[in-house]
């Protein structure tokens, strides 16, 4: 599938995607996601044949936000879609859907403390049991960015 | 012999014999695990033992110095009884074909008649020790690897007594000696190929080498039935795995490949021959060793049943057949 | 799936079996616990994170130029590849130019780190079924890799080699001539890999149909690399997204039919022949001119997100780096290939003989520091 | 973390007592048997199969043919830690891995010796970092360590010296009776 007709069939679909340039960010379609949207995205995703490069986390004020990364085996066309974290801490796996994002949805919270509602197994993958509630990759108090001062402000839903 | 009755002389003669053949089997060991090191080396274009005494050759006795003296740890749940038995158990059976093996004319312990019967059922013995050892050390994998043995082991007992079996149809005797002797003129690994291949192969996989050596496979069961064992145990494991193999040969020898024939081989000399003979055979089993990939236990079962055994069966029928018929 | 063994025993025989973290066919500190029944593997638990090296936490901390050491340890037997992913995100970033003939240079040693990694790879696989010696001489061609990477990068594993703007030395004259002799000697060696082990009969019934992996399963769990092409499905980075100056070179993408253990060997074997034809091409249209532009002494970085995806050895490679604009990234994820290429085991590995699952594991070609990061 | 400093310290204190009665046992009371003995032991030190990160790959072309191991009787890498006498710790030690590595430890019997191989083992290595939550800065906080090899990672030349290092310890002598000191290396490859 084309990177253009993606774009096209995503928002035919529901989902807010634009192009991007894909020589400075080296991705070819952006999408900005709902918290609710992740798993309707997900299926479609599955449906059009593409696959799931990775799922991960950075963290920022206001909200933890969870990037999303999908590529398509047969064409050049990466979607890059990005999901604020609600106010609950939680939002819907897709580990049902990609069971690859199984390790990926346990290793993000790990890092991030990212709850995974549905997942089948959110246990720690990566840390030792006691360290669990670690959560390495939060930013202390001071060196938390905003969306907008780390440049991804633009893309949220 | 006809008479059970033995005199001083040849009770004299066993002792002697048997404090000899303990010792060839520890010797055995040590040059076999030399050889086979070096083999390997070469093969894999490398020295391997080099700096220890010349080209290495003291390696294998400082080894067995060191693994003496190594701490014997039982595991605390393993049955310890068990545990202390079964290197002990692997390594009596092991000596005791050495008794009927014809090594010349004259040099052997003891020249039973039902010499080959004796070897097989001796020599089965070695599976219960692995199972002992698999069982008493209460580990999985250990206990994986011994399973693997039992099994392995019933499944290739029965193609190598059917192989041996055609030789002794052509013989008409059980006895080691009256086995060579019919071998003057041609060797009978021309006369019974079929069952000469066949034996080389359950043999193989009757001592657990590879491609065969699944109850101790290294990359599944770590170190298999042996795995808890640590010093002198593993040790005896490793000298009764040598011997096996020394055993195995020597049958094939005196079987297929004409026992102690060979020029010049008088009353005594033909030991060399019978010596070379068996040398070599073990060298090609370290040879395989380091070329095949191992197999798997269900492809180790179909080769077996599936194939061994029924061609085996075939081979005797004709042989007896033949043999009937002339 | 529940095979005809489990139907007649019943779970009640099950027990556990911990493989790992020290276990010969783990290829380093996995640990799987295997819930089985007799020999058969009826439920598999990989437990990751006996290698976690903190990589994602420590480039927070430390401006952008000291995280090259870092992309190197990740994936020891790669390290060039994992450093050329690295580098090119800083340079899509801060659109700095790179001599052409450090481009060429980069694709040359990436292409030679490529075989070298592929040879570790098949030698610890045969290793895993249970041959000795290939992995010998596996490493014997590969020593002469290293020799040749070590003379210019000045480490035998994990090189330090790319910077922004280039690479930090020169190739000369005898590196050249070097290559050239690596190649006619790796050619010569391709088929004797052949006779040993590509044609081997217990080889053959070790490996055919085994761990068989579909288009379908490749998309759910993102497997990528030689794994996915053994599947037949010709997806490569250097084709599919081109960076570097990998469009200029006419190399094939070698595919499997049937997606079992045997093809992703024969892929690897035949990535090693492309990869061979890839360094001739470099060698022969080598432009003359500088291999490093002058970089400026603190590299800082705008704001937003970007992405780099390269092929490394075992897969696709990503980096997303989220820039703050300052020295140092403000989060940068790696997504490493044997992470998403091990996580469909226990799906695929369902109901297997223990041999046969240390048969599909290993055909993954795992590099565990690099799962766990 | 308290867990594994107490096991740590339980460790260090069974190789102290047990040290002198187990490193030989009675032999060690004739001084001639217990130099035969070091001999032996320093001669045939068995490694065990285990790798950790980078520096497992160095290990394992330190038993290939270029360098070649064997030579010097360090050649039979067992996988069970059972039978062997040599812990080659060869790469980073993590908090989850260290229970691990000191279960391998103490199931080596006596007498044993470990090597730590590489900076990461030695000191955490480039991974001796403020934020570090992860990694153990060095393998001598869990268990006794004999010999340091340092390098990131080392070259298996490195290892060679750190087992004839060993052997100088073990036996007192760099090349212990009966090792001949090696002649000049062949070139395997030579540059063409």
């Known amino acids: ?157 | 012999m006809d008479t059970m009755q033995l005199s001083f002389y040849d009770v004299l003669r066993m002792v002697i014999a048997f404090v000899l053949i303990v010792s060839l089997v520890f010797i055995n060991a040590i040059i076999m695990g030399y050889m086979e090191r070096k083999m390997a080396a070469k093969i894999q274009r490398r020295w391997g033992p080099m700096e220890v005494g010349f080209q290495g050759w003291l390696q294998l006795i400082l080894d067995g110095v060191k693994i003496i003296a190594k701490q014997l740890i039982v595991p605390k749940d393993a049955d310890r009884t068990l545990f202390r038995m079964a290197p002990l158990l692997a390594f009596t059976p092991v000596v005791l074909p050495f008794l009927v093996l014809p090594f010349s004319k004259s040099l052997f312990g003891r020249d039973i008649n039902l010499g080959l019967i004796f070897i097989i059922a001796v020599s089965s013995i070695n599976v219960l020790s692995i199972f002992v050892a698999g069982w008493a050390s209460n580990n999985k994998y250990s206990m994986f690897g011994s399973i693997r043995s039992v099994s392995q082991n019933i499944a290739y007992e029965i193609p190598i007594l059917l192989s041996l079996l055609s030789v002794v149809l052509v013989t008409h005797t059980y006895s080691m000696q009256g086995i060579v002797a019919a071998q003057g003129s041609i060797w009978f690994c021309l006369v019974q190929p079929v069952a000469c291949i066949i034996y080389l192969i359950s043999a193989t996989a009757e001592t657990n080498r590879a491609p065969f050596d699944l109850p101790e496979a290294e990359s599944e069961l770590t170190a298999g039935y042996h795995t808890e064992y640590s010093g002198f145990g593993f040790s005896l494991f490793v000298i009764a795995e040598y011997a096996n193999m020394f055993t195995v040969c020597a049958v094939a020898t005196v079987l297929f490949f004409g026992g102690w024939h060979g020029p010049f081989s008088g009353e005594y000399l033909g030991a060399l021959w019978f010596l070379l003979k068996v040398f070599l055979l073990m060298l090609i089993m370290v040879w395989v060793r380091w070329t095949y990939p191992r197999v798997r236990f269900d492809q180790l079962m179909n080769l077996a049943w599936k194939y061994l055994i029924p061609f085996s069966l075939v081979n005797l029928l004709l042989t007896a057949l033949i043999v009937k018929c002339i | 799936m529940v095979t005809k063994l489990e139907k007649i025993a019943g779970p009640k025989h099950r027990f556990l079996l911990n493989m790992g973290p020290q276990h010969p066919s783990t290829h380093g500190v996995l640990r799987i616990v295997l819930e089985m029944d007799g020999e058969y593997a009826m439920a598999i638990d990989p437990v990751l994170g006996y290698g976690h090296r903190m990589h994602e936490k420590m480039a927070e901390g430390r401006p952008y130029n000291g995280f090259y050491p870092n992309t190197g340890r990740m994936d020891y037997l790669g390290a060039i590849l994992f450093s050329h992913g690295y580098v090119g995100l800083l340079e899509r970033m801060s659109g700095a130019e790179v001599p052409e003939r450090a481009e060429f240079i980069r694709v040359i040693t990436a292409e030679l780190n490529r075989i070298s990694s592929h040879l570790v790879g098949i030698g610890a696989y045969v290793l895993d079924l249970g041959a000795f010696t290939p992995i010998l001489y596996a490493f014997d061609d590969r020593e002469m890799i290293l020799d040749m990477l070590e003379a210019i990068t000045g480490s035998r594993l994990t090189y330090c080699y790319f910077r922004v703007g280039g690479v930090t030395k020169d190739i000369d004259d005898t590196f050249i001539r070097r290559a050239r002799a690596f190649i006619d000697r790796m050619r010569s060696r391709l088929p004797m890999y052949k006779d040993l082990v590509t044609d081997n009969l217990i080889f053959l019934k070790r490996t055919k149909g085994i761990g068989i992996i579909d288009r379908d399963m490749a998309a759910r769990y993102g497997i990528t690399g030689p794994v996915l092409r053994g599947s037949g499905i010709s997806y490569d980075v250097r084709k599919s997204e081109p960076y570097s100056v990998y469009d200029r070179f006419d190399f094939d993408i070698p595919v499997g039919e049937n997606g079992d253990s045997f093809d992703r060997y024969v892929v690897r074997m035949e990535e090693i022949a492309q990869s061979l034809r890839i360094i001739e091409q470099a060698l022969d249209a080598l432009p003359d001119g500088p291999v490093m532009v002058k970089p400026k002494k603190k590299l800082k970085l705008a704001a937003g997100g970007c992405n780099y995806t390269v092929e490394a050895a075992r897969g696709s490679l990503s980096y997303y780096l989220v820039g703050d604009g300052s020295d140092t990234p403000y989060r940068l994820k790696i997504r490493v290939p044997s992470y998403s290429n091990l996580s469909p085991l226990p799906e695929l590995c369902k109901g297997m003989l223990l041999s046969d699952l240390v048969t599909a594991m290993g055909s993954l070609d795992l590099v565990i520091p690099e799962i766990d990061r | 973390m308290k867990e594994i400093e107490r096991y740590a310290q339980f460790l260090k204190d069974e190789s102290e007592a047990d040290s002198t009665e187990l490193q030989g046992g009675a032999m060690n009371s004739f001084p001639l048997t217990e130099q035969v003995l070091k001999v032996c032991q320093a001669n045939s030190l068995w490694p065990l199969t285990f790798g950790l990160a980078c520096c497992a790959i160095e290990m394992m072309a330190a038993g290939m043919a270029r360098i070649d191991m064997a030579r010097y009787g360090a050649e039979v890498f067992r996988p069970s830690a059972r039978q062997c006498d040599l812990l080659i710790v060869s790469g980073t030690v993590t908090k989850k891995m260290a229970p691990a590595l000191m279960t391998l430890y103490e199931q080596m019997p006596y007498p044993k010796w470990v090597i730590a191989m590489g900076n990461c083992a030695i000191s955490g290595g480039p991974f001796k970092v403020e934020d570090n939550y992860n990694v153990i800065e060095g393998v001598d906080r869990l268990i006794p360590v004999d010999v340091y090899v340092p390098g990131c990672p080392p070259r298996p030349e490195a290892l060679i010296e750190g087992i004839l290092k060993l052997q100088e310890k073990i036996a007192g002598k760099r090349h212990p009776w009966p090792q001949r000191k090696m002649k000049d290396a062949v070139k395997v490859h030579p540059i063409p």
């Open chain 1, 1 to 157: 599938m084309k990177s253009s007709e993606a774009v096209i069939k995503l928002n035919e679909a529901g989902f807010k995607a634009e192009p991007a340039e894909v020589t400075r960010v080296g991705y070819h379609v952006t999408v900005a996601l709902g918290a609710d949207q992740i798993r309707p995205f997900a299926e479609w995703l599955l449906s059009e044949g593409f696959f799931i490069d990775f799922l991960s986390a950075v963290d920022a004020s206001p909200a933890i936000q969870l990037i999303y990364q999908f590529a398509h085996f047969d064409a050049p066309c990466r979607i890059h879609a990005q999901v604020s974290l609600p106010d609950s801490g939680a939002v819907d796996t897709i580990s049902d859907i990609y069971q690859g994002a199984d390790w990926h949805e346990r290793e993000t919270r790990d890092f991030f403390g990212v709850v995974f509602s549905g997942h089948h197994n959110l246990v720690p993958l990566i840390l030792c049991d006691e360290d669990k509630d670690l959560k390495p990759l939060l930013k202390k108090e001071g060196a938390k960015k905003s969306l907008a001062d780390i440049g991804l402000g633009e893309m949220v839903a």
